[in-house]
């Protein structure tokens, strides 16, 4: 009695593992949402950004991505410059992949620091997180710096 028992709770706890798996699976992948929006749908202070420092560019798409816990914006240009915001509008990444990154919108501590040692290189990505800022040079090299703009790693 007692073996038949404990080989029911194994069937059940494999059961119940196998079903909270599922749900676990089932959420990522209906978490998962992107899809295209309207320019004038992004948040106001994203739309003022994209005016004020990339006004000659040509908007190709937009889209909200919202997963599980945030929701964030891109905004994707004919020149294949990529713009990524947060819900609030914030910009999170500016990938430029074949030009500069306008100097308008990188922090002047980071500008300062990379004219001052990588004269001969230009920022074509820059990324902002709670933590920290990443910059990617023409010559690859990534510089991270924290939130106070001191050099705290380099990646070839």
Request: aromatic share 12%; charged share 30%.
């Amino acid at each position: 009695m007692i073996i038949s028992l404990t080989m029911k709770e194994s069937k059940m706890k494999k059961i119940l593992a196998l079903f909270v798996c599922l749900f676990v699976i089932s959420a990522v992948a209906c978490a998962d949402d992107d899809r295209p929006i309207r320019f004038n749908q992004l948040p106001a202070s994203a739309q003022e950004y994209v005016q004020k420092y990339f006004p000659q560019e040509k908007v190709a798409l937009c889209k909200m991505e919202s997963d599980l816990f945030n929701k964030k914006y891109e905004v994707i240009f004919t020149s294949s410059i990529k713009l990524e915001f947060y819900k609030n509008g914030d910009w999170k990444e500016i990938d430029c992949k074949y030009s500069a990154v306008p100097e308008s919108v990188i922090p002047a501590a980071i500008l300062r620091y990379v004219k001052a040692n990588y004269p001969e290189y230009k920022i074509v990505k820059i990324e902002k997180d709670s933590r920290d800022y990443e910059a990617k040079l023409t010559n690859g090299i990534e510089l991270k710096f924290d939130k106070k703009f001191n050099l705290i790693n380099i990646d070839n």
